[in-house]
C-alpha cells in the first residue's frame, strides 16, 4: 500500500491551514511574541497573570527560527522593559534596561547613581513606592523591606556589548544583581503592553482594566 499518496492528498487539503500554522509560528519567532508572566518581580509595572506584548523587531530581524541576524533595527535603551533568555538563570526573564554599554552604574539604599549622577526620585502616594526618572523614561518601583535587601553596590562598568537589568521590584528580583550583565545576544524584544491579564489570586478573573493597558 502505498501511503505517500493519503498522506500528500492530506497536504493538498491542508495547505491552507497549515501555511497558516506556517505564518503563525514565524510571525512568533521573529516579529512579535506574547508571553505569560508568572512572579512579581517587577511590579507595580508588571503584575504575576498578565500576558505581555513583546515587539521582537524592536532591536532586530532575525531569520525565523533562529538567532542569524538578517539587520539591526535598533538597540535597547535605558527604561527600556526587555525580555531575554538568560543562560546563567536558565529562563525567560523580564526586567528593566538600566545600564547601557560603557554606563557606569551603583545603588545606594534603593537609589541608582548612573555615570556620577543619582536618578531622579520622587514620592508616591501608595506605601513603598517612589517614582524613577530614567532618562524621559517615568515609572514606578516597589521598595517593600525584605531580609537580606541587595539595595546597596559599589559602582560596576556595563561592558561592551552587554547591559545591565534590574526588576522595578528592587528588592524582590532576581536580576543583574545575581545573574550579572545580560549579553545582547540573550535579548529577545522589548515590551510595549499588556495585552490581557487573569488574576492566579482570585480563580483567574479577568483584570479587565488591565487589558490592552501600554507600557511604554
Known amino acids: 500500500m502505498n501511503?505517500?499518496?493519503?498522506?500528500?492528498?492530506?497536504?493538498?487539503?491542508?495547505?491552507?491551514?497549515?501555511?497558516?500554522?506556517?505564518?503563525?509560528?514565524?510571525?512568533?519567532?521573529?516579529?512579535?511574541?506574547?508571553?505569560?508572566?508568572?512572579?512579581?518581580?517587577?511590579?507595580?509595572?508588571?503584575?504575576?497573570?498578565?500576558?505581555?506584548?513583546?515587539?521582537?523587531?524592536?532591536?532586530?530581524?532575525?531569520?525565523?527560527?533562529?538567532?542569524?541576524?538578517?539587520?539591526?533595527t535598533g538597540h535597547p535603551k535605558r527604561g527600556d522593559i526587555v525580555v531575554f533568555n538568560s543562560e546563567k538563570a536558565g529562563n525567560r526573564l523580564v526586567k528593566r534596561l538600566i545600564g547601557e554599554p560603557g554606563d557606569r552604574v551603583a545603588m545606594l539604599d534603593n537609589k541608582l547613581i548612573i555615570n556620577g549622577g543619582q536618578i531622579h526620585y520622587e514620592d508616591n502616594k501608595i506605601a513603598y513606592h517612589k517614582i524613577e526618572f530614567l532618562d524621559n523614561v517615568k515609572h514606578t518601583v516597589q521598595l517593600i523591606p525584605v531580609a537580606e535587601a541587595r539595595d546597596n553596590f559599589v559602582e560596576v562598568v556595563v561592558p561592551k556589548g552587554h547591559y545591565l537589568v534590574l526588576g522595578d521590584n528592587r528588592n524582590n528580583s532576581a536580576d543583574s544583581r545575581y545573574y550579572g550583565f545580560v549579553?545582547?545576544?540573550?535579548?529577545?524584544?522589548?515590551?510595549t503592553k499588556v495585552l490581557l491579564s487573569l488574576d492566579p489570586k482570585n480563580y483567574y478573573l479577568p483584570r479587565k482594566q488591565r487589558f490592552n493597558k501600554p507600557l511604554i
Open 3 to 72: 501511503i505517500k499518496t493519503p498522506l500528500i492528498q492530506l497536504i493538498k487539503e491542508n495547505c491552507a491551514f497549515l501555511l497558516f500554522v506556517l505564518v503563525l509560528f514565524a510571525s512568533r519567532s521573529s516579529f512579535a511574541d506574547w508571553y505569560l508572566v508568572p512572579t512579581g518581580s517587577m511590579l507595580p509595572t508588571i503584575v504575576e497573570g498578565d500576558r505581555i506584548f513583546v515587539d521582537k523587531m524592536a532591536y532586530r530581524l532575525e531569520v525565523p527560527f533562529t538567532d542569524i541576524e538578517i539587520m539591526q
Open 183 to 191: 549579553p545582547a545576544i540573550e535579548i529577545q524584544g522589548k515590551v
